[in-house]
Structure formats: structure tokens, C-alpha cells
């Protein structure tokens, strides 16, 4: 009901040549981050910056989306999520490439927040990893690209392709 009102819309999992068990789930957002920051019940046990990175993660998907249906109709966008949890957070799949990205709320990046992308690279061997965070440097880790966030998206446009 709420994606035939335009109130939310939905990502499925990416299950290509899946060598392990994924979710079947779509994963669910709302058409606004703002909206979303809002209408999120807080409590005593939320942290500020978990209402903030599920905002970012938005925020990162709905430009993604407009990236798509504005130059780069041959992609489709996906998650990715295994049964035990390890998950990332968008795949971009399409013409000749498969791009996966983890968006992280966070100023340093940490080898916890690069296993879901890991992972993936284990299973797809011929993808490229996208790390997008909260801090100001472009770094190369074990062949994931990490790189601040608000840089990655000023860099989108459409019908060129994604900037490493």
C-alpha cells in the first residue's frame, strides 16, 4: 500500500549465481530521509548516529535510483543479505559491471565495516567495492574503494558512470 501511494518503494536482493543462502525479503525505504528521521520511534536504547546512518543509507539509495532512471537505465539496484546477516547494502548490476556499496555513518572505517563487502568479493569475484563514509580521505583497502560520502554523491551524473 505505501509504494501505490509513493510513500516508500522497495530493493530486491541481488540472488545471481548466489552461492549461499540470502533473505528473500526486499529491503524497505521511505521516499524521503527526512520523512524517515521523523517518523522513526526513538527511544532511551537509539543511538543518534543509528537514526542518522539508516538516514544516509536513504539519502544514498534515493540518489542512486535518480542515477538510474536519469542516464543509466541498463542497471538495476539490489542489497544483498545472507541468512546469518552479512549484508551489503547496495548492488549496482547492469551493462558490463557489478558495482556493491556499504554506506557507513561513521568518521573512521574499521575491518568490521568492510566484511559484508568482503564477503561479497568472495562470491563475486569480478565486482567492484564501494565503501562510503562519514570522513574526508580516498583510500584503497584490500581492493575496496573507500570514500566520503557527500564526495561520491556530488560525483554522480547522469549517464556517466559511477567515480572511483
Known sequence: MLEDLLLSYTIPVFQKRAKRYLTSHPKLFL???GVFQSLRPRGYLDKPEEVAG???????????KAWIAYGSKD???YFWRTKSGTEVDFILYGGN???AMEVKNT????????????????????????????????????????????????S?????????
Open 75 to 77: 542497471f538495476s539496484l
Open 107 to 154: 568518521r573512521s572505517i574499521r575491518a568490521k565495516d568492510l566484511r559484508g563487502l568482503k564477503a561479497f568479493k568472495q562470491d563475486y569475484p569480478e565486482a567492484q567495492c564501494l565503501f562510503l563514509y562519514c570522513g574526508a580521505e580516498r583510500l584503497k583497502i584490500d581492493d575496496i574503494y573507500c570514500l566520503p560520502c557527500d564526495k561520491f554523491l556530488r
Open 54 to 64: 539508516a538516514a544516509l543509507e536513504g539519502l544514498v539509495c534515493q540518489h542512486l
Open 31 to 33: 521516499f524521503d530521509t
Open 156 to 164: 554522480l551524473s547522469p549517464g556517466r558512470p559511477i567515480g572511483f
Open 97 to 99: 559491471s557489478l558495482t
